[in-house]
Structure formats: C-alpha cells, structure tokens
T-cell receptor, first 115, second 109 residues
Framework: DVKVTQSSRYLVKRTGEKVFLECVQDMDHENMFWYRQDPGLGLRLIYF???????EKGDIPEGYSVSREKKERFSLILESASTNQTSMYLC??????????????FGDGTRLSIL | TQLLEQSPQFLSIQEGENLTVYCNSSSVFSSLQWYRQEPGEGPVLLVT?????EVKKLKRLTFQFGDARKDSSLHITAAQPGDTGLYLCAGTEVGDMRFGAGTRLTVKP
C-alpha cells in the first residue's frame, strides 16, 4: 500500500513565524501535491511538483513556497504565517500514466493553527 | 477551470436508509474518482470510473459515471454509521485534477 506521511497531525504557530510542513511518500511517485482544506471550499491546490526540484503553482500559491530536493519528500513553507492560513493541510502523491494523473494518495493531514 | 459541484452539501439520515449523492460538472473528464474522508484523516480512494455509463459496485456502494462523462453519482444502500464521513469527487483531465467541495454524510444509529 502507498504510504504518505505528514510530519505533524497538529501544529500551533504564531503570526509571522516561518512554518515548515513536511511530507514523505514511499512509492516512488513522480507527482506530489499540497492542498489546503477549508469547510465549504473543498480541497484547493497550493503547489504541486512533477519531479525533483520542479514545482508549479496551483490555485492559491500566495504566501506559500515549496521545496522538493528528493523525490520522496515535498515540503510546504509558510514564509511568514498569518491567521488566514489556519487550515487543514493535505499532502498527496500520484504517478502519471498515459497522459493523465492517476488517483492521488493522501496523508492524514496537518491541522495548522496560527495564533 | 473545471468546476465540480457536489450535492447535497450535508446529509443526515437514519441507519438502514438509502441515499444518493451527486457530482456534476460542465466539463468532460477522462476519469472520475470518489474518495471518503473521515474526521482527522486524509481522503481515501474508493473507486475510479473511466468509461461513460460505467457502473461500479463496492459492497453497498454503487458508483455511476454519466454517459457524457460530465457527472457521477454515488448510491449507498442500507446506510450504516460506519458510512459517516465526507465524500469527495475528483475529476481528471490531461494534466489536471479537480475536487468538489464534498458531501458530508452523517448516519445516525
């Protein structure tokens, strides 16, 4: 089974702090994704990566950056955390086949609170 | 940008009842996935449908992909409290995958 592991289930930080969310997958997937999930808004894509050191902006990249130095690890960085970044953050991975993304496998999420 | 609309947004039923939730779009998808997410966990893939008109069954869950591959439905027979969760649909096109906002289902014993 695919395992996607997020480093923290719950995290509390203060406004202005630099926050790192880590995600590791064990299935050698090319693609990795970071979403945030808010009530009534569903999953919104922040950034994704289709290869090591490659990244693409999703729908809501403002205030975030990412790092993919190794294939199995994808990090989300909040450069200067703000209260409107309080949310559930979900990491996912998938592989690419026949011109399409295959179904994504998700981690258990990190519930981040910014005070 | 594709938009996936799920309905209803919330559904609360008694154990043993049947229900159907819907996922609709104006876009055509190459495939569509259904996920279930329980509180405090990430979404877990239930099924992928690929062919227009396709019907897949997973125990008491029946998934259907519309003939035009723009919509899908999930029918649950004799719902149980263990079916409680957020049901998400996701549509895939070449180079892109989009999620609906989900249907939050509560099955009361």
């Amino acid at each position: 089974d695919v395992k996607v592991t997020q480093s923290s289930r719950y995290l509390v930080k203060r406004t202005g702090e630099k926050v790192f969310l880590e995600c590791v997958q064990d299935m050698d997937h090319e693609n990795m994704f970071w979403y945030r999930q808010d009530p009534g808004l569903g999953l919104r894509l922040i950034y994704f990566s289709y290869d090591v050191k490659m990244k693409e902006k999703g729908d809501i990249p403002e205030g975030y950056s990412v790092s993919r130095e190794k294939k199995e690890r994808f990090s989300l960085i909040l450069e200067s955390a703000s209260t409107n970044q309080t949310s559930m953050y979900l990491c996912a991975s998938s592989f690419y086949q026949q011109g399409a993304y295959q179904p994504q496998h998700f981690g258990d999420g990190t519930r981040l609170s910014i005070l | 940008t594709q938009l996936l609309e799920q309905s209803p947004q919330f559904l609360s039923i008694q154990e043993g009842e049947n229900l159907t939730v819907y996922c609709n779009s104006s876009s055509v998808f190459s495939s569509l996935q259904w996920y279930r997410q329980e509180p405090g966990e990430g979404p877990v893939l239930l099924v992928t449908v690929v062919t227009g008109g396709e019907v897949k069954k997973l125990k008491r869950l029946t998934f259907q992909f519309g003939d035009a591959r723009k919509d899908s439905s999930l029918h649950i027979t004799a719902a149980q409290p263990g079916d409680t969760g957020l049901y998400l649909c996701a549509g895939t096109e070449v180079g892109d995958m989009r999620f609906g906002a989900g249907t939050r289902l509560t099955v009361k014993p």
